[in-house]
T-cell receptor
Framework: EPEVTQTPSHQVTQMGQEVILRCVPI?????FYWYRQILGQKVEFLVS????????KSEIFDDQFSVERPDGSNFTLKIRSTKLEDSAMYFC?????????????FGEGSWLTVV | SQQGEEDPQALSIQEGENATMNCSYK?????LQWYRQNSGRGLVHLIL?????REKHSGRLRVTLDTSKKSSSLLITASRAADTASYFC????????????FGQGTRLTINP
């Protein structure tokens, strides 16, 4: 079964450093997401992305975050200046089409630890 | 605000027994999706049920949806040790792009 793949699986970074999390969505999917899960808490929506632009973003997705699809296959989340509270599991997800009722597939996640 | 809330928060049963987890939400939805998460791992999609559906089956899984009560249940029959995981319901609103709102999850432990 096709998979959403994410790299790295785990990254430790110093506070204030920039981090880029990478994702390869399922090949025929057109709609992409980033979610995050702070340890012991709910999975939270960060941003959705379609047709090379952000469709929707949450309050969490402030100016320190950015997303892009640089080469037509990878989908990246950049955190410009990491804070301790950015420590979380970050999930990339994708779906075939933006219409409602389509299964959203998640990757294995990238665990980010900010020290 | 729309919210999926699972009940119970934790469930521990013997292998072979059935496990039932419930999810409640607050606003009208287009669909509801159930996911499994093994500790520290990714979210594995289990079942999607649309607002005009009442029940769906997939192997040992049975999901029901009652839109009048704004609730859903996930039943795992003949549980196995490998079913030990956290289970989340996630709801998608009627309007707008398909953004999922997750509940807190139910931690299921199957004892051998």
């Amino acid at each position: 079964e096709p998979e959403v793949t994410q790299t790295p699986s785990h990254q430790v970074t110093q506070m204030g450093q920039e981090v880029i999390l990478r994702c390869v969505p399922i090949s025929n999917h057109l709609y992409f997401y980033w979610y995050r899960q702070i340890l012991g808490q709910k999975v939270e929506f960060l941003v959705s992305f379609y047709n090379n632009e952000i469709s929707e973003k949450s309050e969490i997705f402030d100016d320190q975050f950015s997303v892009e699809r640089p080469d037509g296959s990878n989908f990246t989340l950049k955190i410009r200046s990491t804070k301790l509270e950015d420590s979380a599991m970050y999930f990339c997800a994708s779906t075939v089409w933006r219409e409602l009722g389509n299964t959203i597939y998640f990757g294995e996640g990238s665990w980010l630890t900010v020290v | 605000s729309q919210q999926g809330e699972e009940d119970p928060q934790a469930l521990s049963i013997q292998e072979g027994e059935n496990a039932t987890m419930n999810c409640s939400y607050k606003t009208s939805i287009n669909n509801l999706q159930w996911y499994r998460q093994n500790s520290g791992r990714g979210l594995v999609h289990l079942i999607l049920i649309r607002s005009n559906e009442r029940e769906k089956h997939s192997g040992r899984l049975r999901v029901t949806l009652d839109t009048s009560k704004k609730s859903s249940s996930l039943l795992i029959t003949a549980s196995r040790a490998a079913d030990t995981a956290s289970y989340f319901c996630a709801t998608a609103l009627i309007q707008g792009a398909q953004k999922l709102v997750f509940g807190q999850g139910t931690r299921l432990t199957i004892n051998p």
